[in-house]
């Protein structure tokens, strides 16, 4: 199995299921283990699918559909399906499911998937459970730690998060790429074992290859955080924080 053909095989893979037990599934994903090129194409195609599930799940099913399809099946007069009235619900229900199908399976323009799924991805970095590569107090000490390591240590702090309390600094990967995570505390009580409830991603702006994004921050809800995206100079900046968007406002 070559690289194309594991890619090809890795389109019917969702990650979290059954799908890992496939014979050629299973292979493919032996490959991406070797194969740095596939690594990177996997994990892409792996946060996409998460997102297009976050959306499914949040598809409200109306109300007494399921009765009135057990209704209707076992209604005995079979032909009512073709009167009129019901003929243009079944079209208007195809078209409602042509339009989902359309709407999340159907290519995106690339500056939208990427912005989403890098979005997505550090945020579930925030959540999982990170370890902080140095843990300090000190702002300056978390700008030589980012520097020495090759990560985005010249980023522009807004006022109020130069106002903010550190807790440390992480590096992360985002393709092949490096990713300064600064770990911030608002002052609310954590719970134990967590070391901070804010957090700020940033990123060099050519390594996320977009070609456009606003300078005015863009707000949106990821999993259990509130997010805030903008770009500055050279860099693109994510701000998360449980809590609402105005929880967010008063750092930027």
Known sequence: MNITEAKRILLLYRPGTADAEDPQIAEALALAKMEPELARWLEVHCARQYVIGDKFRQITVPAG????IISEQAAADKTRFWRPKYALAMMAALVLLLGLLALFWLPKPVQDDTLVIYQKQMVDVALRGY???LTTTDPEKIRSHLAQNSAPAN???????QQTAVAGCAIEG????KVSMICFRTGKPLPPGTQSDLWLFVV???NLAVSTISETPQFSKVNRLTTAM????DKIYLLGSEGDEQ???QYL
């Open 131 to 133: 370890g902080m590569d």
């Open 204 to 206: 060099d702006r050519a």
């Open 230 to 233: 903008w770009a500055k100079g």
């Open 155 to 161: 980023y522009a702090l807004t006022a109020a998060l």
């Open 247 to 249: 929880t967010i406002r």
């Open 174 to 177: 985002w393709q092949n790429a």
């Open 65 to 68: 559909l399921k009765e009135q």
